[in-house]
């Protein structure tokens, strides 16, 4: 007898509702459905294993299927089965209390709908213009029957003709979805929600290649694994197996993992899975979220931040827990007790696996570093806990490319590099090729230079100052190398601020101009030896400008110009002999400059001092002018004299060798400027 009625719902729209809120994620309905096909099959399972079913249930399966010209998509399972009564109770009572309370509730989060009780299958009038539900239950003598409803609270329900127990769900799938009536497309929501479901999941036929084309063949094409690794005992697998299953997820992917964790954790919390370490050949091969989230098998998401840690989305792999409801909400995640002892757990997992690898296994671990290392800087960095477990097996790589623990290089430096006031000095190079020259004359030295080339070095630099007392990390090319490891008072430049001037000018005259580049000509007393010109970049502006570029925040630091220090040797013979040169080229014609701009010095400190003599409200606006117009004629005349000493320096060549030999060294000679130095090597060897 045909039954009409009212589903059991305060709100006449409750379908209108559900389409709006969850129309962004509106292919999740077939995830909804084969899982409540297969949470109906599992419970068949459970009641055969206890005597409750009397006849043998075989292999039970859920079949998908479609039908574009009948516009239908098909569910079916060999489950449990309903009743008309259990028909009434589990799809025609949605309890909530409201409309008003159910848009309060879920109008930020319309995903959470799903998983409310009841609404799993509701999600199937996001595609659809009507769904009826063919059941059978597996009690003996059970009554077949049909549910139908066309989106509005009015149902049918009537005895149907159904000869095997199970359920199947016909939706009619309506304009607006009409994309899902696609096999390419249902097949990949099936490979993306379903692909490691419990209970065979079959969609059409397996295909061959036969008269160039693909054909059906008669054998039924299942789309899932239901045993996929992570679901097994680590005993039972192979490390092929762990490969296997790592193609599997990732068939796109050309690299083999490094290595993996099998997580199987029962108490306090469930928790399964497999994570594996990517092999990283440079910054471009890092990708987020590349873990897939399981709720029971059930694909939920790959977005598993607040899961997993921040610093282990760079792994792959599953995670699988049960106390992870399929529909999560950021909120959800920063309060659940659950999710938070979830995450600590990976996290202490992950760095007792590298640990226990680290120990036993340390050329594998070496060997590995170099993928390795930016997961334990990224950990070491946003996590306290993390560093702490890891700082016994944070490696430090040398130019040479050996590798040492934090003790182990401590140890070996701290009797060479430790500097006057006690700080031992960590010499480092960013590039071995470009940075080949410091790193030469620190070796002179008999320093030990590390390479931090990573993406994360700047910041892990600055961690481990701060981290360890009386540390300090200098790249080799921020200084001259007598100022790199300062161990006692450094010689006095012998020059006379004349002399200063002149050379500064001089040199200024052939620095680079309209780059976004800024050069101060400094001096120090290095040596006979020592190179005539060196170019040096400050730590902490180079430092802060590299870390400029990783922190939108520091963007300060980015927009300044590089900054670069020209370090002249007043020691080396031919500083001197430029300087020589000036004097006998340019003493005739600068002579009365200098007597001129003597005096104008000498008058400008005399107003000055007697203003400063005076309180500010003594001194008259006659005096303030005539101290103005006197300072600017000694710029002026200061101005004359640098100018002379310009011109001098643009027509010395040697001036301009010296400054692009410290140019190539640093990298900083190219274009143009490039073409130029080899031409006047040229010209200086013929």
Known sequence: M??????????????PIIKKFLYSDHDIFLRELVSNAVDATQKLRT???RGEVKEDIGTPQVRVSFDSEAKTITVSDQGIGMTEEEVERYINQIAFSSAEEFLDKYKDNGAAIIGHFGMGFYSAFMVSERVDIITRS?????????WSCDGSPHYTLEPAEKAERGTEIILHIDEESKEFLAKDRL?????????????????GKKQEWKDGKYVDTDEDNQINNTTPAWTRKPSELTDEDYKNFYRELYPMSMEEPLFWIHLNVDYPFNLTGILY????????DLQRNKIQLYCNQVFVTEEVEGIVPEFLTLLHGVIDSPDIPLNVSRSYLQSDANVKKISNHISKKVADRLDELFKNERPV??????SLKIFVQYGMLSDEKFYDRAAKFLLLTDIDDKKYTWEEYRTLIESEQTDKNGQVVYLYATDKDKQYNYIQHAQEKGYQVLLMDGPLDVHAIGQMEQKNEKTRFVRVDSDTINKLIVKHDTT?????????NALTEIFRSRLPKGEKKHYDVTFESLGADADAVSITQGEFMRRMQDMAKLQPGMSFYGEMPDSYNVVLNTDHRLIAGILKEEKEVMEASLTDLRNKLAEQTAEVEKMRKEQNAKKADEVTEAERNTLSDAAALQAETQGEINKKLQEFGSRNDLVGQLIDLAMLGNGLLSGEALARFIRRSQQLLG
Request: charged share 30%.
């Open 47 to 49: 009641l055969a294993v």
């Open 138 to 146: 597996y009690k003996e003598g059970a009554q077949a029957v049909k």
């Open 492 to 500: 006095e430049v012998k020059l006379t601020e004349e002399e200063r």
């Open 187 to 203: 097949e990949g929501l099936l490979n993306k929600y379903c692909k490691f479901l419990n209970v065979p999941v079959v969609f």
């Open 365 to 370: 671990f070496e060997e590995k570093w170099s």
């Open 277 to 284: 370490f990517p092999r990283i050949k440079n910054q471009i």
């Open 2 to 15: 045909s039954k009409q009625g009212n589903i059991g719902v305060s709100s006449e729209n409750i379908f």
